[in-house]
């Protein structure tokens, strides 16, 4: 990873994790405010996770990429649940970007394309890339920045953490 790119992940920090959005199984979690022509917030850096991740605090998962395939209540018969209307991950991502006023404090990527965000009060993202696949279309994660009118773009594969 470049100085660049390095100095670009670095950018994060002091941002507030405002929103999230998910398009099918990839995270798309959105840091500070940016508003685009739809009235949406698009975040001035958005985050696109399509690997394994988990938010931790005090040595507990408070939710985790594979809580997608997990019902939000109890008592559904599996022949009924369906991720796309209703799934552990979103309720409990949304409840803890509402709740826990998360401010990244800190942020560290390993060699083999994983990335740790460190929040306020002791919570932690952490992306673990457990794919190997070499496809070029193989992404852990993209790192989008959205404060000028043409975004720049770090993408995480194992090849290694690049600029785009």
Not at 12 to 20: F, N, V
Not at 78 to 85: L, R, V
Request: overall charge negative.
């Amino acid at each position: 990873m470049t100085d660049q790119t390095k100095n670009k992940i670095q950018e994060l920090i002091g941002l507030k994790l405002t929103q999230t959005s998910r398009n099918s199984n990839m995270e798309c979690l959105k840091f500070g405010f940016k508003i685009n022509g739809k009235n949406q917030n698009i975040g001035k850096f958005g985050l696109h996770i399509q690997t394994d991740w988990r938010i931790i605090k005090e040595q507990k998962i408070l939710v985790g990429s594979n809580d997608l395939f997990e019902p939000n209540y109890e008592n559904i018969l599996e022949s009924e649940f369906d991720y796309q209307t209703g799934n552990l991950r979103d309720e409990k991502l949304e409840q803890l970007i509402k709740s826990d006023n998360l401010i990244v404090l800190k942020i560290s990527a390993d060699g083999i394309g994983g990335l740790n965000i460190h929040f306020n009060n002791q919570t932690e993202l952490q992306i673990i890339p457990t794919n190997s696949s070499e496809s070029e279309y193989n992404e852990f994660w993209r790192l989008i920045d959205n404060r000028k009118s043409e975004s720049e773009h770090i993408v995480s594969r194992i090849s290694g953490i690049k600029n785009e």
